[in-house]
């Protein structure tokens, strides 16, 4: 693809209990988001998995969303404060290896937000689409390539 | 002090208190040991205690059914204590013999400072704050302090916390932190792209032996996630991506568990500096959490608990 037509391509582990309704709901009410984000379910967000993110950027996705309930409203009571833990660390451990902060990203959206969860999404992508295509796991290319 | 140990350790085997003991030993090659895991008394003759004591032997334990006496060093004692956390092993079946260390020499600076390979050398010796290095016909003596690990500049607890046995007094901290983040400040200054770069030429040359995750005492799953097949999340062959994240997998594993004992980057055989990323993980938890590893055996492991405070201010 030229690089004027690019289009960035975002992937995103929303929870089951909040944050996938609440892309549900922003549908339902017809607003819109980027069609740009490849939406994946997820029972919790304690269910990610640093591999998860890690292997989709090293697929070529241009950014990885994660999305969770809101602290307290987990529907396992601990999944997402777990979850924010470990997010914690990932986002450091990404940033420090060089990986830009915008191409990962974490949220919490209830299941009543659809309006937010269209803005979280819009905004996601916009800041993928500033920063441009993923390249970072892409070999170098050799001279007459 | 040697024979302090060997006292120790065999009064521990005769009276029945352990089934094991795990110490160093003196290893194949010059001047470095390896660990020593016995049952016998008269192996015990073969424990020792020099400058060179670098490996981190809590990992063994695990393995090791039955009570065990061990042999630490401050940084292995809080290796150990978190693998206590973890209910890795339990601490009534320990009996840890605690040596206060005040830094492991590091051959390879040695080698340095005396622009030879250490096959050539026939003693090294320490008297106080010296390290004498004999080599046919000649001598030359430095600074002890020139030639140990970088992590140990920074030791802030080089007498173990958690022992029943302490051979010898204990050590003050060495408190020369930035000394021992050499590589982590360069890295910091780069920019991103510039640090992304320099990690990927750095994980160009694995060549996956995984001494990495073998030598390591938070490595400690019964399989581990490069071994699974279904899904193939890694894959086999040794490409610089794959390879990355491998290790970035493995840093975030063992985050909340590393000691920053610094045996990763030791036994990699191409010489990723792999500390640059376990004990920046080390201080970045240290951070986040206020937690720092293996200082409380009674401590829930840090990801397993949460606090309702917990900083969330990089979640839009």
Redesign the interface.
């Known amino acids: 693809m030229e690089e004027s037509n690019w289009e960035p391509k975002v992937v995103g582990f929303l929870c089951h209990w909040c944050s996938y309704a609440g892309a549900d709901l922003s549908g339902s009410a017809r607003l819109e988001y980027p069609h740009n984000i490849r939406i994946i379910r997820i029972p919790c967000s304690g269910r990610v998995d640093p591999l998860f993110i890690l292997r989709a950027l090293q697929n070529g996705v241009d950014g990885v969303l994660v999305s969770g309930c809101h602290p307290g409203d987990c529907h396992y009571q601990s999944g997402n404060f777990h979850a924010r833990r470990k997010f914690a660390v990932i986002k450091r451990l990404l940033e420090y290896v060089g990986i830009e902060p915008e191409r990962v990203q974490f949220s919490w959206v209830a299941a009543s937000e659809g309006p937010k969860m269209a803005k979280v999404i819009g905004e996601f992508v916009e800041g993928v689409r500033r920063i441009g295509p993923n390249r970072l796991f892409k070999d170098d290319k050799k001279d007459g390539e | 002090m040697e024979n302090r140990l060997r006292e120790e350790a065999g009064k521990l085997l005769k009276e029945g208190k352990v089934d094991y003991i795990i110490g160093f030993g003196k290893g194949t090659v010059k001047f470095r040991t390896s660990p020593l895991i016995t049952n016998k008394e008269e192996d015990l003759k073969d424990l020792v205690i020099n400058p060179f004591i670098t490996n981190n032997l809590s990992r063994y334990p695990v393995e090791i059914k039955g009570r065990v006496g061990i042999v630490v060093k401050g940084c292995d004692s809080r290796s150990l204590t978190s693998l206590v956390q973890d209910k890795k092993v339990n601490r009534e079946d320990l009996v840890i013999l605690g040596f206060p260390c005040d830094g492991v020499v590091d051959i390879k600076k040695v080698e340095v400072q005396i622009d030879e390979e250490i096959d050539r050398v026939t003693g090294i010796e320490r008297e106080g704050e010296n390290l004498t290095v004999q080599m046919d016909g000649s001598k030359k003596t430095m600074p002890f302090r020139d030639v140990i690990f970088d992590k140990c500049y920074g030791c802030e607890y080089p007498t173990p916390l958690e022992y029943d046995v302490l051979l010898g007094s204990e050590v003050p901290p060495s408190l020369e932190i930035e000394k021992s983040l050499k590589g982590i400040k360069e890295?910091?200054e780069?920019d991103?792209?510039?640090?992304?770069?320099?990690?990927k030429e750095q994980f160009s040359k694995c060549i996956r032996c995984y001494g990495c995750k073998n030598v390591c005492p938070a490595c400690f799953c019964e399989r581990c996630?490069v071994d699974v097949n279904i899904p193939q999340?890694v894959s086999t062959y040794a490409t610089w991506?794959?390879n990355?994240?491998f290790q970035?997998?493995r840093?975030?594993h063992v985050?909340?568990r590393c000691s920053d004992c610094g045996e990763c980057e030791r036994a990699c055989p191409v010489g990723i500096p792999l500390r640059s990323?376990q004990r920046?993980?080390v201080d970045?938890?240290k951070d986040?959490?206020g937690h720092e590893v293996g200082i409380d055996k009674d401590a829930p492991p840090?990801?397993?608990h949460?606090e309702?405070t917990?900083?969330?201010e990089?979640?839009?």
Do not use: H, P
Request: aromatic residues 22%; without cysteine.
């Open positions: 890295l910091e780069m991103a792209r510039e640090r992304w770069g320099y990690w996630f999340w991506q794959d990355l994240v970035l997998m840093t975030l985050a909340g990323l920046k993980m970045e938890v986040l959490f840090v990801f397993t949460y309702a917990d900083s969330e990089f979640i839009k």
